[in-house]
Structure formats: C-alpha cells, structure tokens
C-alpha cells in the first residue's frame, strides 16, 4: 500500500515538474535572415521540438525538407550576389567557406559562419528589397528548402543567436 501510494506521489511531483515553465529551452536554435513589414532582417529562431537525447547525442527534428542543392562558389574572387530576396524558404549551410550578409534597410550584417545551420525566409511576399550576400570564393553550400514552403515551428527574438539582440551585428568577411 505504501509502495503504490510512493509511486503516485513521485508520479504526481513528475507531472508538476515537467509541466513548470524552463528558462531555456533544450531546442536547436538557428539565425534566420527573415522579412518583417517588407524589410529583410535577422532573428533567432529556437525550434519549437526540444532536442531527443539518443544515447547521448542531440537529435532535432528540423521539419520536412525537399529538392536540396549542392553549390560550389567560384574560387578565383569572391561572389557578390547582389540584391535579392531568398529563392526559396529554407535551411542553408556553408560546409566550407563563409559570407557576409547586408540588408540595405539596416546597418545590420550578418557574418555567415561554416558549419551552422542558418534559415532564409525573405522572400518577395516578405521583403521588397532583401538583402546583399558576399560568398567567400571557393565556399561549398547546402540549400535545404522547406517542402511546400512550410516553415518549422519556432519561437523568435530579433538579432542573431549568441549575440546581444537589442545590438546590430557588425562582423566582417
């Protein structure tokens, strides 16, 4: 009797705990270049679906993902791509390489690093002019568009995640 009586009551001091709002939340967080009031911008996104911990690593569902490119970048002078608005909703990333980012509403710049995940969701319905991209030459990248434009839930703060967010990021090339 005692016994069942111990395990409702560790189940009931279970269900309280788990149900305790967290600081921070073990989820994936992931700068995103995003258009906010037809202007392109950066923002934090943490996804919504916490990290699963499978024998000790980190595993985040990121959303479904479809038609992916591969791009290597020409590697006799860096890339500027000029003004644009994301071509796709989508996850990016430089496995190799880097870039720099400018919005031409802000004196924002965003110093894409290899090797993190990144979103870009500034497209024509979200931004009028979008943003400027300098792609370090040689740089390898992967274009990881969201299927049928879905974009994985998450919650935002504006700025870059790990820096400051009421300050404007200032990196260079």
């Not at 967290?22 to 995103?32: C, I, M, P």
């Not at 934090?44 to 290597?72: F, P, S």
């Not at 919650?155 to 090339?173: F, H, M, N, W, Y």
Request: aromatic fraction near 6%; include cysteine.
């Amino acid at each position: 009797m005692l016994t069942q009586a111990l395990k409702q009551l560790a189940l009931a001091a279970f269900v309280a705990f788990a149900a305790l709002p967290t600081s921070a939340k073990d989820a994936l967080q992931v700068t995103a270049i995003v258009g906010k009031d037809m202007k392109s911008t950066v923002e934090c996104w943490t996804l919504d679906q916490e990290y699963m911990n499978v024998r000790g690593m980190k595993i985040q569902h990121i959303g479904d993902l479809t038609k992916a490119t591969y791009t290597e970048m020409p590697s006799d002078k860096d890339f500027e791509q000029g003004l644009y608005t994301a071509p796709n909703l989508q996850f990016f990333v430089i496995i190799e390489g880097n870039a720099t980012i400018t919005f031409p509403t802000s004196d924002e710049i965003l110093h894409v690093k290899q090797g993190l995940l990144y979103a870009a969701t500034d497209n024509a319905a979200t931004s009028e002019l979008g943003h400027i991209t300098v792609v370090r030459a040689g740089s390898r990248i992967l274009q990881l568009p969201f299927k049928d434009g879905v974009i994985p839930e998450h919650t935002s703060i504006p700025g870059e995640c790990g820096k400051a967010a009421s300050q404007p990021v200032r990196d260079e090339l």
